[in-house]
């Protein structure tokens, strides 16, 4: 008798990892059981994603000459190589005064201008070309109290680079 209370108590705990999220009577897979907790399988969560790569931001610049000449650059590593590529696409233009006014990182840029030349010219950078577009015509209205116009719009998108 000892043996066999012995042998019930040894064998009753391992019939409990044999169970299911099913009903009594239900055969396991069937849509009346519940979701498997995957444990009862022996299942390992699976580990987290690796990262393939990264994403690199790069940088944009607008240069400007005192005739209303510009140079603007985009897609750049460094804000220091924006800078030099917008003064060297101003000075393509046979200036010799060409100065940066703007630089910006991972965003797109609008630049504006009075269309009767005055003051009140702006660069404004946003998340989109739209909403950049859109403030920098605004702003510049407010300042020079008359219609702008577009002089240009451009990006400086980020890109993924594998490792």
């Keep these: 008798m ?6 019930i108590f040894t064998v009753i705990p391992f019939a409990a990892l044999g169970q299911t999220a099913c009903p ?8 009346q059981c519940g979701p498997d907790s995957g444990t009862s399988r022996g299942d390992i969560a699976p580990p987290p994603p690796r990262p393939n790569g990264e994403w690199i931001k790069t940088w944009g610049a607008i240069a400007s000459s005192n005739n209303g000449d ?5 897609g750049k590593l460094s804000e220091e190589d924006a800078k030099a ?11 010799s005064d060409c100065q ?3 630089t910006y990182k991972n965003q797109c840029v609008a630049v504006v201008q009075a269309a009767k030349g005055r003051a009140g010219g ?10 950049a577009q859109r403030s ?16 240009g719009t451009d990006c400086s998108d980020p890109f993924f680079r594998k490792y």
């Design 100 to 102: 940066v006014n703007f």
């Design 122 to 131: 702006k660069i404004i950078s946003a998340a989109t070309k739209e909403i």
């Design 85 to 95: 590529e917008s003064i060297k696409i101003c000075a393509d233009f046979g200036n």
């Design 2 to 7: 000892k043996l066999f209370t012995a042998l």
């Design 70 to 74: 510009i140079g603007s650059s985009t």
């Design 24 to 31: 009594n009577g239900v055969a396991p897979g069937s849509p």
């Design 136 to 151: 920098a015509l605004q702003r510049c209205a407010e300042a020079s109290g008359e219609k702008c116009v577009v002089r």
